[in-house]
T-cell receptor, first 115, second 115 residues
Framework: AQKVTQAQTEISVVEKEDVTLDCVYE???????LFWYKQPPSGELVFLIR??????QNEISGRYSWNFQKSTSSFNFTITASQVVDSAVYFC????????????FGSGTRLLVRP | DTGVSQNPRHKITKRGQNVTFRCDPI?????LYWYRQTLGQGPEFLTY????????KSRLLSDRFSAERPKGSFSTLEIQRTEQGDSAMYLC?????????????FGPGTRLTVT
């Protein structure tokens, strides 16, 4: 069975601090995809990034960066110099061909960035 | 392209009533997914369509739930004889043919409250 664990329920930081959101996953599939989504107070899930299991290269996009490590089954998300607008719930998710590409979500991490 | 849209955004109904939600996916996307999200949890898969064919249903989808996607365009999700436990956010997502472009784009959701 596939599973995604986000152990951090809630994180509170002061603006301009760096923050890392942890994600650990379980799957027996050799080909799979990992995702991060942002859910602001408005409720709509916003796609942030997709990573393929065969590509362990880390990625940076502006203030966002992602660290994918197959050896530890982790796909962590770092926000550098956080801003109040980053306040949201962040979900890590997993899918694979063997699971019909349906997304398996973690329980989410609520990030509060205080001014 | 206006993204995934869902209607209504909010629905309040009395227990025992039937409700129907609509989802309009991104036009070129042939996959359409329904998820349910309860407070403090990540979304959970309900069902998905490849074009007009419904290919998988979760055990969460009791026989009171039915989904359709006529002509492979918009989709409807109907809940018959609603129960208080059906109160949740119902999310629709669409994607291209999965694989290297498997990211799903979500609509704003329909929040159902059963009184």
């Amino acid at each position: 069975a596939q599973k995604v664990t986000q152990a951090q329920t809630e994180i509170s930081v002061v603006e301009k601090e760096d923050v890392t959101l942890d994600c650990v996953y379980e799957t027996r599939d050799t080909t799979y995809y990992l995702f991060w989504y942002k859910q602001p107070p408005s409720g709509e899930l916003v796609f942030l990034i997709r990573r393929n299991s065969f590509d362990e290269q880390n990625e940076i996009s502006g203030r966002y960066s992602w660290n994918f490590q197959k050896s530890t089954s982790s796909f962590n998300f770092t926000i550098t110099a956080s801003q109040v607008v980053d306040s949201a719930v962040y979900f890590c998710a997993l899918c694979s061909m063997d699971s019909s590409y349906k997304l398996i979500f973690g329980s989410g991490t609520r990030l509060l960035v205080r001014p | 392209d206006t993204g995934v849209s869902q209607n209504p955004r909010h629905k309040i109904t009395k227990r025992g009533q039937n409700v129907t939600f609509r989802c309009d996916p991104i036009s070129e996307h042939n996959r359409l997914y329904w998820y349910r999200q309860t407070l403090g949890q990540g979304p959970e898969f309900l069902t998905y369509f490849q074009n007009e064919a419904q290919l998988e249903k979760s055990r969460l989808l009791s026989d009171r739930f039915s989904a359709e996607r006529p002509k492979g365009s918009f989709s409807t999700l109907e809940i018959q004889r609603t129960e208080q436990g059906d109160s949740a956010m119902y999310l629709c997502a669409s994607s291209l043919e999965p694989g290297t472009r498997s990211e799903q784009y979500f609509g704003p959701g329909t929040r159902l409250t059963v009184t």
